[in-house]
């Protein structure tokens, strides 16, 4: 595998479910971030990673959970979620603002909340 | 149903031509900027970045422009093709943080 993987790559829950997204980078990087891209909204950050350690929550409600165990991979658990949350949920990774700001991005997750 | 989503602007270009994408950005201390191309179905693909100490950057097949005065950045692609067809994004960043602030985005069509 190479470059950054999402899984599922389709979703579909009821807003009672847990599910978790997963993502992977092989890129050796040390930055990972969760975005949400959906159809009434440009590209919206909500969690970035640095060394696993979550340097930003952009006021994202809680019901999005996110865990990075380990530099390579990221997790996006979600739980009780709403029919507006529907959307592409976007991982990506970068070197980090010391060594490169060019961020990679996986393919997504389409998730559809019943 | 859905309510009425994002409307993108739409550049209409023919085959062959060279198309031009503009975006504004909002922060004059933005030091980094780059360009992501997004085909249906996938995640945005980067296509080139410009650090701010320079005023134009070239690709294959591809220019950036800065001009810092205005805080406009644009997208050349020389002889379009069919295969450019995507929603292209630009993006800003400033080097005290790693995070990217994308802009709305750009819908590009080829035709023939």
């Known amino acids: 595998e190479t470059g950054v993987t999402q899984t599922p790559r389709h979703l579909v829950m009821g807003m009672t479910n847990k599910k978790s997204l997963k993502c992977e980078q092989h890129?050796?990087?040390?930055?990972m971030y969760w975005y949400k891209q959906s159809a009434k909204k440009p590209l919206e950050l909500m969690f970035v990673?640095?060394?696993?350690?979550?340097?930003e929550n952009n006021s994202v409600p809680s019901r999005f959970s996110p865990e990075c165990p380990n530099s390579s991979h990221l997790f996006l658990h979600l739980h009780t979620l709403q029919p507006e949350d529907s959307a592409l949920y976007l991982c990506?990774?970068?070197?980090?603002?010391?060594?490169?700001?060019?961020?990679?991005f996986g393919p997504g997750t389409r998730l559809t909340v019943l | 149903g859905e309510s009425v989503g994002l409307h993108l602007p739409t550049l209409s270009v023919q085959e062959g031509d060279n198309s031009i994408i503009n975006c504004a950005y909002s922060n004059s201390a933005s030091d980094y900027f780059i360009w992501y191309k997004q085909e249906s179905g996938k995640g945005p693909q980067f296509i080139i970045d410009?650090?701010?100490?320079?005023d134009k950057r070239q690709g294959q097949r591809v220019t950036v422009l800065l001009n810092k005065t205005v805080k406009h950045l644009s997208l050349q692609i020389a002889a379009t093709q069919p295969g450019d067809s995507a929603v292209y994004f630009c993006a800003e960043s400033t080097g005290s943080t790693d995070k990217l602030i994308f802009g709305t985005g750009t819908r590009l069509q080829v035709f023939p």
């Open positions: 990506a990774s970068s070197q980090g603002r010391t060594s490169g700001r060019e961020q990679f």
């Open positions: 410009i650090r701010s100490n320079m």
């Open positions: 890129l050796g990087h040390n930055a």
């Open positions: 990673y640095n060394f696993k350690e979550q340097t």
